[in-house]
């Protein structure tokens, strides 16, 4: 095993989601701003019309000629593989077989779940099997037909001093799955009995990833954003690129997105960067912080989902209030709407599928950022309205069959029209669910947080 002399300054807790501290310098920075104004005993009132430079309330609709065209799918696609969220490491998803109605297959027990701290990793699939990971750094490998389980290893011992955030992150390539636990070590494991074929510790608990680039290297980041390229046969390591640390941050992993020799991550504060894979060459940069921050949790910036790169365009979501496309080759931005979330939007033939944090469902034209429909989600917060709690939560959305799922925090799987945006089903998973279902083999695999994993077809 070999350790990582990373530069940092420790953990020291610093994973948790510490909004008062934020907010309580935002609300000193309103006081002193309006502090300043009136100071002057004679006050010259001006006269004319009065008009507000603040930004006003954008109430978003449906363009009726992008509803018109449908979502533009492309027939459904049969894949026995899905080796990253997103289904590839691109997280560039696409329209999925699966036979409907839905019904449960089978469940099975992958370990320790999480809690209202820590939230499961996606699973993967390949092989023949599911792999997940628990909240103990346990990873399973499960028969896709028949739920029985194959092999189990522990990767990390965790203390009872728990790490907030996601719990570990999956990827597969070839005959090797790739984890970690949320903690400080990375493993390549074997497909066929789980036996470690070489680990690394890093100084600062791991958050977003692996994502492999091509069979040679594999990309991950830690607790301060700093990006590491490590070869996949060892674990060596090929190059870093340090973060921005910061004292608050929004938990969660957004996992690099990697298409050919480009790599797009996502760091603190809303910082967004397409790299050269191969030697961390910043190729463009942005960021999706917001201009105008209604709450505490807005005012952190923070990208929480997986950034999604096609190869042709580069998408990514805020928690902020800004949901962007750019174009791969230049920066170029191509279109941002003032919607955001924090869970991985899902892209399907010509159309960008999202749930946000206000408790909707969007369908949005590829190229243009168009919206086609919106299908408001039980608990959905009033337009314009925002919250500090109390959010409704859901998770994917995933499209497959011509239609767009999505599941709710208290396990409901709601299933809309592609094309219309109209609810066609619903079922009851049960649980907790805070983690994004996969699709492969013509299942949905369904996590919830207990540690439960439930197959759909």
């Known amino acids: 095993m070999t350790d990582f002399n990373t530069l940092s300054n420790g953990y020291a807790g610093r994973a948790a989601l510490r909004i008062v501290g934020r907010g309580a310098m935002a609300v000193l920075a309103c006081v002193g701003i309006f502090g300043m104004t009136g100071c002057t005993d004679n006050e010259v009132i001006l006269p004319g019309e009065r008009i507000a430079i603040t930004q006003q309330v954008t109430t978003l609709s449906a363009d009726p000629q992008a509803f018109g065209e449908g979502a533009g799918l492309s027939a459904p696609l ?8 997103g289904l590839n490491a691109g ?5 999925l077989a699966v036979e409907l109605p839905l019904r449960k297959r089978w469940s099975a027990d992958i370990g320790a779940g999480g ?23 346990e990873v399973s490998a499960v028969e896709i037909e028949t739920g029985k389980l194959v092999w189990r290893v522990t990767i990390e011992e965790f203390e009872d001093d728990v790490i907030p955030g996601i719990a570990g992150g999956m990827a597969i390539s070839g005959s090797t799955v790739f984890v970690h636990g949320g903690g400080y070590n990375l493993a390549a494991l074997s497909i066929k009995d789980g036996s470690v074929l070489w680990s690394q510790a890093f100084q600062l608990p791991l958050r977003g990833g692996p994502t492999v680039y091509g069979k040679r290297a594999l990309a991950v980041t830690d607790l301060d954003s700093t990006l590491y390229m490590l070869s996949a046969d060892a674990g060596a390591l090929l190059w870093e690129r340090a973060g921005l640390p910061s004292g608050t941050i929004v938990y969660g992993a957004p996992s690099p997105a990697i298409y050919e020799n480009q790599v797009a991550v996502a760091a603190h504060g809303g910082d967004f960067s397409l790299l050269d894979a191969d030697n961390a060459d910043v190729i463009w940069s942005d960021s999706l912080a917001s201009f105008q921050p209604k709450t505490p949790l807005q005012g952190l910036g923070d990208i929480r989902a997986h950034p999604i790169h096609d190869g042709g365009l580069v998408f990514a979501v805020s928690q902020s209030g800004r949901t962007a496309a750019y174009r791969a080759r230049s920066g170029l931005l191509l279109w941002d709407l003032p919607i955001g979330g924090v869970e991985m939007p899902w892209l399907a033939g010509d159309s960008l599928f999202m749930v946000t944090l206000s408790g909707r469902l969007y369908a949005i034209r590829r190229n243009d950022g168009a919206i086609r429909w919106i299908a408001e989600l039980p608990g959905a917060l009033p337009f314009g309205s925002v919250a500090a709690e109390d959010i409704p939560r859901y998770v994917g959305p995933v499209v497959a069959g011509g239609k767009v799922i999505t599941i709710s925090e208290d396990g409901k799987m709601l299933i809309f029209n592609a094309d219309t945006g109209v609810l066609e089903d619903d079922i009851n ?6 983690t994004a279902p996969q699709l492969a083999g013509g299942m949905l695999f369904v996590l919830d947080n207990n540690g439960k994993l439930t197959a759909f077809d």
């Open 78 to 85: 049969t894949t026995l593989v899905a080796s990253h969220p």
């Open 115 to 137: 809690d209202n701290l820590v939230e499961l990793a996606a699973p993967v699939v390949a092989d023949g099997h599911v792999f997940a990971v628990s909240a103990s750094g």
């Open 429 to 434: 998973v049960g649980g907790r669910i805070v």
């Open 91 to 95: 997280h560039a998803g696409g329209h």
